[in-house]
């Protein structure tokens, strides 16, 4: 059965329902890739979390990432629970302010924000979990893991970028024309 909303706020609330049911069907997706497996893998959560906040708001973003990043602890076994929920949030609050100030909101864009905040997120797991222990091989661990799974994560932002620009293409609301351009019309 197809809900047909009558009214403009009726049709803003049907797409963002949809518009966010796509969204958790994508993140549920992505935290089944990312238990596959033994091998190095891209982190799927940084791109679709960055594609996800370059629409949305501030707070929307903060509890996006939250979520995303316990799904991440949970995925990799991380011992400090938490540590990666407190950098994706600072990573998808950081990109909307980015994406809203700075940045057009393109291919190109988000994959060099994505190389950026994968680095920093690789560079941080590398120095909490190995390199402040003092681990034997920990050199290994970021020139043989962290590395490619940075060039994994790269290498699938723009195809995650389109899946969701589609997504915000469809489900997003049209802004409302103001008197000068209805006027052209």
């Not at 994505?114 to 402040?132: D, R, S």
């Not at 962290?146 to 060039?151: A, D, K, Q, T």
């Not at 589609?166 to 409302?176: C, E, G, L, N, V």
Request: charged residues 15%; glycine residues 6%; aromatic residues 18%.
């Amino acid at each position: 059965m197809l809900i047909n909303p009558k009214n403009r706020f009726e049709k803003i609330r049907y797409y963002a329902i949809i518009r966010w049911a796509i969204y958790i069907f994508l993140i549920f997706v992505s935290s089944v890739l990312i238990n596959v497996g033994q091998s190095v893998k891209p982190i799927y959560f940084i791109p679709l979390c960055l594609c996800i906040c370059m629409n949305e708001g501030e707070y929307t973003s903060a509890v996006l990432g939250g979520i995303c990043g316990l799904i991440i602890d949970e995925a990799s076994g991380h011992t400090f629970f938490g540590f990666s929920s407190i950098i994706m949030i600072a990573f998808c609050v950081g990109s909307v302010l980015i994406f809203r100030h700075l940045l057009f909101k393109n291919i190109f864009n988000i994959v060099i924000l994505t190389g950026v905040c994968t680095f920093i997120y690789q560079l941080l797991i590398y120095f909490f979990y190995y390199a402040m222990w003092d681990y034997e091989g920990a050199g290994y661990v970021f020139s043989d893991i962290s590395i490619p799974c940075i060039f994994y994560t790269v290498l699938i932002s723009p195809i995650i970028y389109l899946i969701v620009k589609q997504i915000s293409k469809r489900f997003y609301p049209k802004k409302a024309k103001t008197i000068e351009e209805a006027m052209k019309v």
